[in-house]
């Protein structure tokens, strides 16, 4: 499996670092975070990066094919029931940092999760939902499968979200590392219109196969969509700022200033 790990590092570097277009856009996004996080070496930072994603992919392959390898402490798990205890249904809305798929490990705590995924891509998209499935989500296509999403809210579910990159979703500028950054919108529109809790939720790395699960206080249902996002976006602000080197933000960050 040794083996297997140095060839995923490899492929990764391969993809984002060798090419020089691609390089260059990885090291304007980090020295963005490293200019807000005290880390100005953003060259390093982002090769910390490419490694964690790497370690990222490798993970979740052992989680398909064994889950008992894996520990996670989780913090703040009672927020989790205090969402629930609204009957709206809660959105645990995360990011791409530290290991996102190592939540399926909620289910060890009888809690099953459901998972809102892009599989718009032909091959990418049944391997993610194949993956997804085979660790422990449900999933849900995000294009077509807004009426099972509402129905799951009202059912009193628990709907996960990643809501970091904007690339290709509909958006809006949010403040974000002394910058506005498009943020995607759907989660905060969906809590919105239903009124139902968004659940920050951020499962970190501490070492390998083992994570801090830090579960947030839930945001209140507001009618205003872009004040909900803006709390959310401060929390993971912090995070960001905390483990840099875990957050994976290769496509480009479209800034606008002012």
């Given at each position: 499996?040794l083996?297997?790990?140095?060839?995923i590092?490899?492929?990764?570097?391969?993809?984002y670092?060798?090419n020089?277009k691609?390089?260059?856009i990885?090291?304007?996004?980090?020295?963005i975070?490293?200019n807000?996080s005290?880390?100005p070496d953003?060259e390093?930072?982002?090769?910390?990066a490419?490694?964690?994603?790497?370690?990222?992919?490798?993970?979740?392959?052992?989680?398909v094919?064994?889950k008992?390898?894996f520990?996670i402490?989780?913090?703040n798990?009672e927020?989790?029931?205090e969402?629930?205890?609204l009957?709206?249904?809660?959105?645990?809305?995360?990011?791409h940092?530290g290991?996102?798929d190592a939540?399926?490990?909620?289910?060890?705590?009888?809690?099953?999760?459901?998972v809102?995924?892009n599989?718009d891509?032909?091959?990418a998209?049944?391997?993610?939902?194949?993956?997804r499935?085979?660790i422990?989500?449900?999933v849900?296509?995000a294009?077509?499968?807004?009426?099972e999403?509402?129905?799951?809210?009202?059912?009193?579910?628990i709907?996960?979200m990643?809501?970091?990159?904007?690339?290709n979703h509909?958006?809006?500028?949010?403040?974000?590392?002394?910058?506005?950054?498009?943020f995607?919108?759907a989660?905060?529109?969906i809590?919105s219109?239903?009124?139902c809790?968004?659940?920050?939720?951020?499962?970190?790395r501490k070492?390998?196969?083992?994570?801090?699960?830090y579960?947030?206080?839930?945001i209140k249902?507001?009618?205003?969509?872009k004040?909900?996002?803006q709390?959310?976006?401060?929390y993971?602000?912090?995070?960001?700022k905390t483990?840099?080197?875990?957050w994976?933000i290769?496509l480009?960050?479209?800034i606008k200033?002012?």
């Open positions: 499996m083996l297997i790990k140095k060839i590092k490899r492929v990764i570097f391969g993809i670092w060798d020089k691609k390089r260059e990885i090291l304007n996004n980090y020295k975070i490293g807000a005290n880390h953003y390093t930072l982002a090769k910390e490419l490694v964690s994603y790497s370690d990222y992919i490798y993970e979740v392959l052992v989680l094919l064994n008992k390898s520990n402490n989780f913090f798990l927020r989790l029931d969402a629930l205890s009957k709206r249904g809660v959105i645990v809305n995360t990011a940092i290991n996102w939540g399926s490990l909620f289910e060890h705590r009888g809690i099953k999760l459901k809102v995924a599989l891509f032909p091959f998209g049944h391997l993610i939902k194949l993956i499935s085979r422990g989500f449900d849900i296509p294009k077509g499968g807004l009426r999403i509402i129905s799951s809210l009202k059912k009193n579910q709907l996960c990643l809501s970091d990159i904007a690339s509909p958006s809006e500028y949010i403040n974000f590392l002394n910058h506005k950054i498009p995607p919108k989660a905060f529109q809590a219109s239903r009124q809790p968004i659940l920050p939720v951020f499962i970190i070492q390998p196969f083992s994570f801090d699960c579960i947030e206080e839930y249902p507001k009618k205003d969509y004040a909900t996002m709390e959310w976006v401060n993971f602000e912090k995070y960001v483990y840099p080197q875990q994976y290769f480009p960050m479209e200033n002012g």
